[in-house]
């Protein structure tokens, strides 16, 4: 019933275990799998929300049906934050929860079918979506260290209904599933019945469409990826580690392939804006050449400096927190939100401390005399954005040397910066 020879050098299989009809059908079918063939070890994981009181007693059966099958179960409990979508929230929290768990080649299985695609496709339909977003759930996609596999969505619910009622399965039917306030579940039992009373194959012939737009999907990334290609090169100040692209290579695509690559490259860093924000990167595309324009997005942002977009997140996004003493410079020195430093100098002088720019530095450069920073660091085309939180060593109010740029400091005394990591987002 389902092909599963591609993930058999895994390490471990999860299964997704909410209880429902779905997930209890794919878990007795590799439990079988599991018993009759050569297998990775096999270990379910059903999440608990804590949203409804209902769901409290879910946990006690999955455990019932796992130890029926000699199942190992983990409960992970989540926190669901604040948002306009309850189910958006729900989803993220379980599927961070789920990243967190797997292992490098680790394989979670869900238990998503063919209506799930028909659904999916005209919830996004009726919101306005986009190519990207109208394309078939893939079967195979990267998710934390591993992979999530859905192999059941050439199946539909009917089939999956009948497995269990042969099999005399036991599943738990969550309250909420009709409520139809919720837009998936209106779809599914108000809309979908009247489309199949006119349409018998309603539900594979969205999918069908959804497999399509999927396939037109991949010829738009292999044309963004050779958009990006130029894009991407000669990024200056490889040591910050952060992604960027140039800006007159952009801007020279026409509004559609503008999109279209950015789309592509910020799909693996951030949730996609929808077609209403996407005039923050006209805003930052337009902006006056010494302007500093912000698009703020919802894992990161994108900012303009000295001809290139930069995607910066996590403690990028925030001021370091303070200039902590040096009581050892032999040794590196963590910066609380700013990654840590290092000193490379053929003797350690005393009274060294590290410290940010205020405005009006000055440093004295061999052969130059007093250079004013703010125009060392202009010559140098170092984005604005760096500035603020670029170490700076001093001995006592003598400024010595500015991190990672040899150019700025005796050769005998360099200040070497490790950089924050810009945490990318979830796609």
């Known amino acids: 019933m389902l092909n599963l020879t591609p993930w058999l050098n895994a390490p471990v299989w999860y299964i997704a275990f909410s209880g429902g009809l ?3 059908v794919l878990l007795h079918l590799l439990a079988d799998y599991a018993r009759n063939h050569p297998a990775p070890p096999l270990r379910a994981v059903h999440v608990h929300h804590g949203l409804q009181a209902a769901a409290d007693a879910w946990p006690a059966h999955c455990k019932t049906v796992c130890d029926a099958l000699g199942i190992e179960l983990d409960v992970i409990h989540v926190q ?3 948002g306009a979508s309850l189910e958006q929230a729900a989803r993220d929290a379980r599927y961070a929860a789920f990243e967190k768990l797997l292992a490098p080649g680790a394989v979670l299985f869900t238990g998503q079918h063919r209506d799930d695609q028909a659904e999916t496709l005209l919830f996004r339909l009726l919101r306005g979506a986009g190519l990207r977003g109208l394309s078939a759930m893939p079967e195979v996609r990267p998710l934390g260290q591993g992979g999530l596999v859905r192999p059941m969505l050439k199946l539909s619910r009917e089939q999956l209904q009948a497995y269990a009622r042969s099999k005399g399965l036991v599943w738990v039917d969550d309250p909420t599933n009709t409520d139809t306030t919720f837009a998936r579940n209106y779809l599914r039992s108000e809309v979908l019945p009247l489309l199949r009373q006119r349409w018998p194959q309603a539900e594979a012939s969205l999918a069908r469409s959804a497999e399509h737009l999927g396939e037109a999907l991949g010829l738009l990334d292999e044309l963004a990826t050779d958009d990006l290609a130029t894009a991407c090169g000669n990024a200056p100040l490889p040591w910050l580690g952060l992604d960027s692209l140039d800006l007159a290579t952009l801007a020279a695509l026409s509004p559609a392939r503008q999109r279209n690559a950015l789309q592509c490259w910020l799909g693996r860093r951030t949730r996609l804006p929808d077609s209403r924000h996407w005039a923050g990167w006209n805003d930052l595309r337009d902006a006056a050449a010494d302007a500093r324009p912000v698009w703020r997005l919802t894992d990161g942002e994108l900012k303009r ?3 290139r977009i930069w995607w910066l997140s996590g403690e990028w996004q925030r001021a370091p927190s303070g200039e902590p003493a040096w009581q050892d410079p032999t040794q590196p020195l963590a910066l609380p939100g700013n990654g840590q430093v290092r000193l ?12 940010y720019r205020r ?3 000055v440093l004295d450069l061999p052969g130059r005399g007093r250079r004013d920073l703010k125009r060392l660091l ?3 085309q170092i984005p604005h954005f760096v500035r603020p939180r670029l170490p700076l060593l001093y001995q006592g109010e003598r400024l010595l040397a500015v991190a990672n740029l040899p150019e700025l400091g005796a050769a005998n005394c360099q200040l070497h910066w490790q950089p924050p990591t810009s945490v990318q987002g979830l796609s």
């Open 359 to 361: 405005g009006g530095e």
């Open 22 to 24: 779905d997930s209890t």
């Open 378 to 380: 202009n010559e140098l």
């Open 344 to 355: 490379a100098a053929q003797s350690v002088a005393t009274g060294l401390r590290i410290a």
């Open 80 to 82: 669901v934050g604040q």
């Open 305 to 307: 400096s000295h001809g």
